[in-house]
């Protein structure tokens, strides 16, 4: 295990969320929104994504011998932080819940291109597809709503 390589596998998507998050902050409303049937409080937000961004990392560490698997790594990644942009800062509501639709699909070819090279890399991307599947879900109802 090279623990320097793994570090850095794991700081990146901590750092871009990060990023995004501290982007964003000013401009997030999610308390002043109606709000669908088991919305969570805001304040598990970051607790969930800090734990999914140690897992995407982790996972990505597990793949990172076969770099062209990385690039849609890489790609959702960069769609990930553009939906708090587009949700927060924009106001973009019912195109945030399309751009997450294209982060759905993105995970799901991650997980399948890391299956076939790690499977223990593909099933720590679960919970992050769980988890962006229910935010799809609060997008829409933050979007029909409001």
């Known amino acids: ?15 871009v969320g990060g990023i995004a998050s501290f982007i964003t902050m000013p401009f997030i409303d999610y ?3 109606n709000q669908p049937p088991f919305s969570p409080p805001r304040f ?6 800090t734990i999914l961004y140690i897992l995407m990392g982790v996972s990505a560490y597990f ?4 770099n ?9 990644l960069g769609v990930n932080a553009l939906w708090s942009i587009i949700f927060f800062i924009f106001k973009w509501r019912l195109f945030a819940f399309i751009w997450i ?11 399948i291109r890391f299956y076939k090279v ?3 890399a593909a099933y720590l991307q679960i919970p992050y597809l769980l ?8 997008n829409l109802g933050i979007y029909l709503l409001n």
């Open 1 to 15: 295990m090279n623990v320097k390589k793994l570090f850095i596998s794991i700081l990146i998507p901590l750092v």
């Open 31 to 33: 308390n002043s929104l």
């Open 44 to 49: 598990i937000f970051p607790i969930v994504w």
């Open 63 to 66: 793949v990172s011998k076969k």
């Open 68 to 76: 062209d698997i990385l690039v849609i790594y890489y790609i959702q």
């Open 101 to 111: 639709i294209l982060l759905i699909v993105l995970v799901i070819l991650m997980i």
């Open 118 to 120: 790690d499977k223990t």
């Open 131 to 138: 988890w962006i599947l229910f935010a799809s879900y609060l």
